[in-house]
């Protein structure tokens, strides 16, 4: 490897200025700050923030400690392993920019004063995504929030903008997005592409990952004077699912789905596996068009309060969208598998009401916890139902299977979010252990990492694309665990 050149720590580390930038960047930040000396130290932290302050003057900046409590977590604690890790974390300052222009003022910021910068959008995902590890500026986006334009199958839109209102607007001309996840209402477009990965929609469209969901992505590096750079084709992957450790996402171009009226029913059965059926062969007919496929074994729905009319005790449930045009041959379905309807809503009624929407995905887990704290999760890639009736077996109430089903390489196949009665990590670990034994992929959500999560090994595009676009390592650091080990071999 070429000798690299010695600049890093030109602003706050005076008597270290022969350090590489790679030796620099592995520093934790709080020694970078102190080291320039010991005995003013604090006063040195008080400064650089006030200096911040000041010199990102004109942008809103939040200091309020219970709102940077708020603003520095998110849904973390779904997992009671990120609990005792997280829960302590927080920024030292929220700025909220209003432009292009801002964010590349606060990104020119915090690399001269060598500060970390988490970006945030509505701060709703699951392993801490957006949780400062070590502090510094919180970038929130949801002030970015104007659609640049909107027509027939694509649109342009900055990243704070929130999924459920972008639809709105989109559907005025007949399409919606192809996916969003169940917390539609509230996650912004930049956040689920950030730390997202799949939703209602999915079962058509796959994962955001899937080659074709985002067209063209433009950030804004974390270099002395900050770059816009423009992805797109296959580059748009350095962003997808990169907890913004690879850039600020300042505009997106997302392709669109027609969108249909989604009808919204809920068909009980008796016995879980002849529901785990229905889901499979409804998903894979060709000829019904849907939007989630997703079901639940008893006791879940007994979790789900606001549909207690609609769920009968020790049934197992399907929640569904179906296009209105389909629910004639929809229904003959539901008779071959000797399934009752209990819920039915016209996409007209439907919207007058909670969408089913927020009882499946991850608010499945959400509602659940609200009874029974004690319950977490696992995300579970089955592919086969074969493997999903063993593991019903074998684990019993331990493990509560909830599917989702969506399409991944051309095939529907199910995936789960099943619920965990938790006592110990140790016994979370082998119940992660004996799924993957037997063939299933878990994307483990107790772990803050993205690579100890679903990529379960480090992607050597994100990695050097984030040596070129954040070479302090200022992005929501720890988070890329590769950025550590980059100069030993992969
Ligand atoms: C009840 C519940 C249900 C959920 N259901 C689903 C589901 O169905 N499917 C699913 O995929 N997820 C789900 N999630 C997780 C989460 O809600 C979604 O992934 C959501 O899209 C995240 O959007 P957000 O705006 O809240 O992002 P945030 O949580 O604010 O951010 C997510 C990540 O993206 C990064 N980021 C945000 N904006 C930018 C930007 N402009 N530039 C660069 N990086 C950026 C952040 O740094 C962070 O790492 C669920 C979570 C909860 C609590």
Not at 268 to 297: C, E, N, P, R, Y
Not at 399 to 407: D, P, Y
């Amino acid at each position: 490897m070429d000798e690299e050149p010695k600049h890093a720590a030109c602003y706050f580390l005076p008597k270290l200025v022969a350090l590489t930038a790679k030796e620099f960047s592995l520093m934790p930040f709080n020694q970078r700050i102190i080291s320039i000396s010991q005995s003013e130290s604090m006063t040195v932290t008080t400064t650089t923030w006030n200096a911040i302050a000041k010199e990102l003057d004109g942008i809103e900046i939040i200091t309020d400690p219970n709102q940077l409590t708020k603003l520095s977590l998110d849904y973390y604690h779904f997992s009671p392993i990120l609990q005792g890790q997280l829960q302590d974390k927080r920024g030292n300052l929220v700025v909220r920019p209003a432009s292009e222009a801002e964010v590349i003022q606060i990104a020119r910021t915090c690399v001269k004063h060598q500060v970390p910068l988490t970006v945030r959008g509505a701060g709703t995902g699951n392993y801490g995504q957006c949780i400062p590890l070590e502090g510094g500026v919180i970038l929130d986006t949801t002030r970015m929030e104007r659609i640049r334009w909107l027509k027939p199958g694509m649109s342009c839109v900055e990243p704070g903008v929130k999924m459920a209102a972008f639809d709105k607007q989109a559907r005025e001309i007949g399409w919606e997005l192809r996916m969003a996840p169940s917390t539609y209402r509230t996650a912004t477009i930049g956040g689920f592409i950030g730390g997202g990965s799949v939703g209602m929609g999915s079962i058509t469209y796959g994962q955001l990952k899937d080659r074709g969901n985002l067209g063209t992505v433009r950030l804004v590096t974390m270099e002395e004077e900050p770059q816009i750079i423009q992805l797109r084709g296959d580059d748009v992957q350095k962003v997808i699912h990169g907890y913004g450790t690879t850039g600020i996402i300042t505009e997106l171009e997302i392709p669109l789905a027609p969108a249909y009226p989604w009808m919204e029913i809920i068909v009980v059965f008796d016995d879980f596996m002849t529901a785990a059926q229905f889901g499979q062969v409804l998903s894979d007919s060709d000829g019904l068009v849907k939007k989630l496929v997703s079901i639940h074994a008893a006791p879940i729905s007994s979790y789900f309060v606001g549909l207690k009319n609609h769920l009968l005790q020790g049934k197992h449930a399907a929640l569904l969208m179906i296009s209105e045009y389909d629910f004639e041959p929809f229904q003959n379905l539901v008779r071959e598998y000797n399934g009752e309807i209990t819920y039915c809503k016209t996409a007209q009624e439907a919207a007058k009401k909670t969408s089913l929407l927020e009882f499946t995905w991850n608010h499945t887990t959400l509602h659940a916890r609200s009874a029974d704290p004690s319950l977490t999760y696992l995300q579970t890639f089955y592919f086969t139902l074969e493997r999903v009736e063993q593991m019903y077996r074998h684990f019993g109430d331990e493990v509560t299977i909830h599917l989702e089903f969506l399409r991944a390489n051309g095939k529907a196949v199910p995936a789960g979010l099943q619920l965990v009665r938790y006592t110990t990590p140790e016994r979370l670990n082998e119940i992660i252990q004996y799924h993957e034994e037997q063939g299933a992929f878990i994307a483990n959500p107790h772990v803050y990492t993205i690579e100890d999560g679903g990529n379960k090994q480090i992607d050597r595009d994100k990695l050097q694309f984030k040596q070129k676009v954040d070479p302090y390592g200022l992005l929501n650091p720890g988070k890329m665990r590769g950025f550590g080990s980059y100069f030993t071999p992969l």
